[in-house]
């Protein structure tokens, strides 16, 4: 069914910009649990959480009926909270990637093409199939000349963001493609003037991350421009010098302006014709590489991670003027991931690549930092009565030092064929043994109140909540947690 598409009044800012950052505050973690297993998925994964302009930075979550979606062969299934027990699935014409909630419908994006499923039943409302552009003149082996190609050119999709009534996405390397949603027919694409003749490696290319909204699309060329086009008919409204690579989107001040990272400094424009609102420069000496932070929206209150040559700072920043709110604190000299931290009402809690350290919001003082339980990459999810920390893939059952150690014995003095092979099935066997490990720390002094290890067989985890049981989503196995 068609639906009205009501914008904003011209001065009207969208109410969910004044809101802080969304947090599991509401929810209660099972710190105490007992573990039960849920479906077998086999060969199925999770599909990735498509961006909406109002939440970019959202993790995975059940939509508002507790529904997950997963993809296996081309074909779309539906699982529910919280046994992972399945409602339908639907096959498809293209692959799946990525999944959006829109209405009563979602919304499936592959490199092949995209779809419109309802949410209910998996009927399939619209498929969009990217067709290959031809190729015109492309650049040849040797940079002073140039070759026509006669065979078209694969133009996957990619990078998606729901932008109120319209899908926006890239489109190969050099174009924005944008879909009607009610529809799925194309409303205008966008190719970076230069593209016919030059690569993106000559500069007319789109890099990846970039804002999307139902009025504005803000861009940044591989060629060191940032593009702003009306989101409704993909005309280029101004283009300004971006030379830095942006490590994120920019972020979002109002529905008629943005701020960018130029470096370490910031710059707020306005969408509709470039010019500058406000800029920000940290005080003291910036980084020796002259990288751009990350940077998040928190309500009324920017923050970002600028790293330093002493380490890195997080600053929070009041969105409508670019003034700090309080000063800087200092998180480490490690890397932090802005992406992989999360935000209370109270508390934000930063993940770096061997701690965790809490931070008040309010005041910028540090609270707290703990060693993270396990090498690699760490996730943080706040909750009302926890702070979760679990890792991005598992880890191995056991300690790789032990498992080397084990090896080295067995090889020791004169090695025999027979030595060799037991050491390479210690090492073997031992590294293939993963788990995924799951830590309840107190929000308040970040003591360890529970944690416990699972057995997974996956390269990816998906933790999920919803009312009263968690889930923890590993390779082929759906483990349920629920309070004693």
């Known amino acids: 069914a068609m639906r009205w598409r009501l914008q904003p009044e011209r001065d009207e800012s969208p109410a969910f910009l004044n809101r802080p950052a969304q947090d599991r505050s509401q929810l209660d973690w099972p710190t105490s649990w007992a573990i039960e297993e849920g479906a077998y998925l086999g060969d199925e994964r999770p599909l990735a959480p498509m961006p909406n302009w109002e939440s970019p930075g959202v993790a995975a979550t059940p ?6 979606f997963f993809c296996a062969n081309r074909t779309i299934v539906c699982r529910k909270m919280p046994r992972g027990t399945e409602v339908w699935r ?8 990525s999944v959006g909630v829109y209405g009563d419908s979602v919304i499936v994006l592959g490199q092949e093409g995209a779809s419109r499923l309802r949410r209910d039943t998996g009927q399939v409302i619209w498929e969009f199939l990217s067709p290959a552009w031809d190729a015109g003149v492309g650049a040849a082996s040797h940079p002073m000349l140039r070759l026509l190609e006669p065979w078209p050119q694969s133009a996957p999709l990619s990078n998606p963001c729901l932008a109120g009534p319209r899908l926006i996405c890239r489109r190969g390397e050099q174009a924005i493609l944008a879909l009607d949603l009610e529809t799925g027919q194309v409303e205008w694409q966008f190719r ?34 940032a593009f702003c086009l009306d989101a409704t008919t993909g005309r280029l409204l101004f283009r300004r ?25 910031l710059r707020a424009i306005n969408l509709s014709d470039g010019s500058q609102r406000w800029s920000y420069t940290p005080k003291g000496w910036p980084s020796l590489t002259g990288a751009a932070p990350e940077l998040t929206r928190d309500g009324r209150h920017l923050v970002g991670i600028w790293s330093r040559n002493y380490g890195e700072e997080l600053i929070r920043l009041d969105i409508d003027n670019g003034r700090e709110i309080h000063p800087p604190t200092r998180l480490g000299r490690e890397h932090f991931c802005l992406a992989a931290s999360t935000a209370s009402s109270k508390t934000g809690v930063y993940v770096g690549e061997t701690t965790a350290v809490a931070v008040d919001r309010d005041t910028g003082r540090r609270l707290w930092e703990v060693p993270l339980p396990g090498v690699g990459s ?25 498992l080397e150690k084990r090896a080295r014995e067995l090889i020791s003095g004169v090695p025999s064929f027979r030595g060799l092979q037991e050491a390479w099935n210690v090492l073997t066997w031992g590294a293939q043994r993963r788990v995924v490990t799951l830590h309840a720390l107190n929000p308040t002094d970040g003591r360890s109140m529970h944690a416990h290890a699972l057995s997974a067989d996956g390269p990816d985890i998906l933790v999920l909540h919803e009312k009263d049981a968690a889930a923890v989503i590993s390779g082929k196995q759906w483990y349920v947690l629920r309070p004693r």
């Open 90 to 97: 639907q096959p498809l014409a293209h692959d799946a990637e």
């Open 378 to 402: 760490w996730h943080a999810r706040t909750y009302r009565n926890a702070v979760v920390l679990h890792p991005a893939s598992p880890s191995p059952r056991s300690d790789p030092n032990d």
């Open 241 to 265: 010098p971006a030379a830095l690579p942006w490590l994120g989107p920019p972020v979002l001040g109002d529905h008629r302006w943005a701020i960018f990272a130029d470096g370490p400094n």
């Open 63 to 68: 939509d508002s009926e507790g529904r997950v």
């Open 192 to 225: 970076v003037p230069g593209s016919d003749w030059f690569s993106p490696e000559e500069g007319a290319g789109i890099r990846c991350p970039f804002l999307a909204t139902p009025r504005y699309v803000l861009l940044q060329t591989t060629g060191g421009e």
